[in-house]
């Protein structure tokens, strides 16, 4: 029988987190006022154990045992070779992928959820706020506050809280409290609802609703977490390509090409980044992060500084951005529907060292159904992004001949997400394309800022 899974024992568990900072030069976050953000700045936001990880540059940081006690529940998560994909795509390539579909939230969040919840409590922490946009991040925030005893409030995308009930549900059951945003309990969120009653929501304003929830509690017991963008988030995530490579090292094989999907950028970070370390130092290697048509921030934005959040509340971060004032569609992947991306995916990509690609909304339906008819698996609307990705690129060794070794992250189950797989099933989806107008238009508001120097790494 040929080996399709390939385990790592809880002993074989990276004990440090991999930090790209260490490899990669930086804009650096602005103020208000224009000038370098310092860490100081962030304390009313995050806790300084957390600012110190975020501003760091060292290249090796320990996951302290507490957090390691509480990944070992599902990590190391199993490498898979997707040998019936591969036959039903008659390629030579070797496709892999790597399942956090295995957390107790079902997706790959967990690894700096559960981070976080605990630096927060170190620091005396009693009360989490963040946004969601599918539900993922919001549950995965949830389940770590409660492995540590802390309370949790999540905002999440109106589109998503009404397309995805059982997230919520998810939520409730390990003691978090689940709102649909925009809402009326901040200020943000009431701004937004006066301009746009029926609006769907995006998650940069659920982070102005959940930043805001935060810094305004008069106990100080308070900070906002976030679940991707910010390199602590990222740093968080590296576990994933780290098992990864001890994987394919047990085996003798090494990607030519690594594939993840790209909302914030947290999980394709996760897999990618140790595999950049490789890049940076001469390994020849193709690295693709993936994105919605309709939600194009790396293939049709520039790269700029912009806020995080609808409401200006966050930095100004120096990233590819379609606006923060641009409210993406519906699209059922609402993981994905962020009109930024991570500052170091974004250095990242100005450099020529990773390589976007954008897939439209049927053509990711109809690779997660190949997936589910081959492997077995129903892989999440956001992953689905990835495998289209994945599928084109084994098409194309095929027509070169070539046995390339493709290398995915599956980002997570859509066992939740069920109901966008009916709609796909009776033809109710359809691609959703957006005019040049309308980017234009949305980012009119980066006029405003200064624009990032483009930097060399290497």
Same mark, same amino acid.
């Given at each position: 029988?040929? @080996?399709?899974?390939?385990?790592?024992?809880?002993?074989?568990?990276?004990?440090?987190?991999?930090?790209?900072?260490?490899?990669?030069? /930086?804009?650096?976050?602005?103020?208000?006022?224009?000038?370098?953000?310092?860490?100081?700045?962030?304390?009313?936001?995050?806790?300084?154990?957390?600012?110190?990880?975020?501003?760091? @540059?060292?290249?090796?940081?320990?996951?302290?045992?507490?957090?390691?006690?509480?990944?070992?529940?599902?990590?190391?998560?199993?490498?898979?070779?997707?040998?019936?994909?591969?036959?039903?795509?008659?390629?030579?390539?070797?496709? !892999?992928?790597?399942?956090?579909?295995?957390?107790?939230?079902?997706?790959? *969040?967990?690894? +700096?959820?559960?981070a976080?919840?605990?630096?927060?409590?170190?620091?005396?922490?009693?009360?989490?706020?963040?946004?969601?946009?599918?539900?993922?991040?919001?549950?995965?925030l949830?389940?770590?506050?409660?492995?540590?005893?802390?309370?949790?409030?999540?905002? /999440?995308?109106r589109?998503?809280?009404?397309?995805?009930?059982?997230?919520?549900?998810?939520?409730?059951?390990?003691?978090?409290?689940?709102?649909?945003?925009?809402?009326?309990? @901040?200020?943000?969120?009431?701004?937004?609802?006066?301009?746009?009653?029926? @609006? %769907?929501?995006?998650?940069?304003?659920?982070?102005?609703?959940?930043?805001?929830?935060?810094?305004?509690?008069?106990?100080?017991?308070?900070?906002?977490?976030?679940?991707?963008?910010?390199?602590?988030? /990222?740093?968080?995530? +590296?576990?994933?390509?780290?098992?990864?490579?001890k994987?394919?090292? *047990?085996?003798?094989e090494?990607?030519d090409?690594?594939?993840?999907?790209?909302?914030?950028?947290?999980?394709?970070?996760?897999?990618?980044? %140790?595999?950049?370390?490789?890049?940076?130092?001469?390994?020849?290697?193709?690295i693709?992060?993936?994105?919605?048509?309709?939600?194009?921030?790396?293939?049709?934005?520039?790269?700029?500084?912009?806020?995080?959040?609808?409401?200006? /509340?966050?930095?100004? #971060?120096?990233?590819?951005?379609?606006?923060?004032?641009?409210?993406?569609? %519906?699209?059922?992947?609402?993981?994905?529907?962020?009109?930024?991306?991570?500052?170091?995916?974004?250095?990242?990509?100005?450099?020529?060292?990773?390589?976007? *690609?954008?897939?439209? &909304?049927?053509?990711? !339906?109809?690779?997660?159904? #190949?997936?589910?008819?081959?492997?077995?698996?129903?892989?999440?609307?956001e992953?689905?992004?990835?495998?289209?990705?994945?599928?084109?690129?084994?098409?194309?060794a095929?027509?070169?001949?070539?046995?390339?070794?493709?290398?995915?992250?599956?980002?997570?189950?859509?066992?939740?997400?069920?109901?966008?797989?009916?709609?796909?099933?009776?033809? &109710?989806?359809?691609?959703?394309?957006?005019?040049?107008?309308?980017?234009?238009?949305?980012? *009119?508001?980066?006029?405003?800022?200064?624009?990032?120097?483009?930097?060399?790494? +290497?």
């Amino acid at each position: 029988m040929k @080996t399709k899974k390939v385990y790592l024992t809880e002993d074989e568990m990276p004990r440090q987190w991999y930090n790209v900072l260490a490899d990669i030069k /930086m804009n650096p976050p602005l103020g208000p006022d224009g000038n370098p953000l310092s860490p100081d700045d962030l304390a009313p936001v995050f806790p300084m154990n957390l600012i110190e990880q975020e501003v760091s @540059t060292e290249r090796w940081i320990d996951i302290p045992e507490e957090v390691l006690s509480v990944l070992s529940i599902w990590r190391p998560s199993p490498l898979i070779r997707a040998y019936s994909l591969e036959a039903a795509l008659d390629t030579p390539a070797r496709i !892999y992928y790597k399942y956090e579909g295995v957390s107790p939230p079902g997706s790959h *969040k967990p690894n +700096t959820a559960v981070a976080q919840a605990y630096y927060n409590k170190a620091f005396g922490i009693k009360k989490l706020t963040t946004e969601t946009g599918a539900g993922q991040w919001g549950s995965a925030l949830a389940f770590a506050c409660s492995q540590f005893g802390l309370e949790c409030k999540v905002f /999440m995308v109106r589109i998503s809280f009404d397309q995805k009930p059982y997230r919520k549900s998810m939520m409730g059951t390990w003691g978090a409290t689940c709102i649909a945003s925009p809402s009326t309990e @901040t200020q943000a969120g009431r701004g937004v609802l006066e301009n746009d009653p029926d @609006t %769907p929501g995006s998650l940069g304003i659920a982070i102005s609703e959940a930043i805001e929830a935060a810094v305004t509690d008069p106990s100080g017991e308070t900070r906002y977490s976030l679940g991707s963008v910010l390199n602590h988030v /990222m740093l968080h995530q +590296t576990i994933i390509g780290l098992e990864a490579k001890k994987q394919m090292e *047990k085996i003798g094989e090494y990607p030519d090409i690594v594939i993840g999907c790209a909302g914030g950028g947290s999980n394709f970070a996760g897999l990618a980044f %140790p595999y950049v370390l490789d890049k940076i130092n001469g390994k020849d290697i193709a690295i693709y992060p993936v994105e919605p048509e309709a939600c194009p921030t790396l293939t049709r934005a520039p790269f700029a500084y912009d806020h995080g959040d609808y409401a200006c /509340m966050t930095p100004l #971060l120096p990233m590819y951005s379609l606006g923060h004032t641009f409210v993406p569609p %519906p699209l059922h992947a609402g993981g994905l529907r962020y009109h930024g991306m991570a500052p170091t995916v974004s250095q990242l990509l100005s450099e020529g060292i990773l390589e976007a *690609k954008a897939v439209n &909304q049927l053509s990711t !339906y109809k690779a997660g159904m #190949l997936l589910a008819k081959t492997e077995g698996v129903i892989p999440a609307p956001e992953t689905n992004h990835a495998l289209a990705c994945v599928i084109d690129e084994a098409k194309k060794a095929k027509e070169e001949g070539k046995e390339k070794v493709i290398l995915f992250n599956y980002s997570g189950h859509g066992l939740i997400d069920l109901q966008a797989y009916d709609k796909y099933l009776s033809g &109710q989806l359809e691609n959703i394309a957006l005019k040049e107008d309308t980017i234009e238009e949305s980012q *009119k508001v980066l006029d405003q800022y200064p624009k990032p120097e483009l930097l060399k790494s +290497t």
